[in-house]
């Protein structure tokens, strides 16, 4: 079963950047996508951004992501970014990374981002 472990949350005023890593157990290619997913109190699970087909090369976002969200991986490290610009105060909220496979879904245990204004 893969493992994924998140690092790089923290606090940042508006506008700041914040770049959020996603180290799997094993190679990421084992995966058919990974991508990023956010969970603010109260709210619904959303996807941020996502990378799947051959080799994990394309990406995928919601409208509302693009521009200011950016995933990216280093396959020597088995690790999957997210470069997250300009950030604002609603983008608070635990981000999971997640490893889909035909068979089960695999998620990290979240970090947690706070955008102050």
């Known amino acids: 079963q893969v493992q994924l472990v998140e690092s790089g949350g923290g606090l940042v005023q508006a506008g700041g950047s914040l770049r959020l890593s996603c180290t799997a157990s094993?190679?990421?290619?084992?995966?058919?996508?990974m991508g990023w997913y956010r969970q603010a109190p109260g709210k619904q699970r959303e996807l941020v951004a996502e990378?799947?087909?051959?080799?994990?090369?394309?990406?995928n976002y919601p409208d509302s992501m693009k521009g200011r969200f950016t995933i990216s991986k280093d396959d020597t490290k088995n690790t999957v970014y997210l470069q997250m610009d300009s950030l604002k105060p609603e983008d608070t909220a635990v981000y999971y990374c997640n490893a889909k496979t035909p068979s089960r879904s695999a998620w990290g245990q979240g970090t947690q981002v706070t955008v102050s204004s």
């Open positions: 094993g190679s990421i290619f084992s995966a058919n996508a």
């Open positions: 990378i799947s087909g051959p080799l994990l090369s394309r990406p």
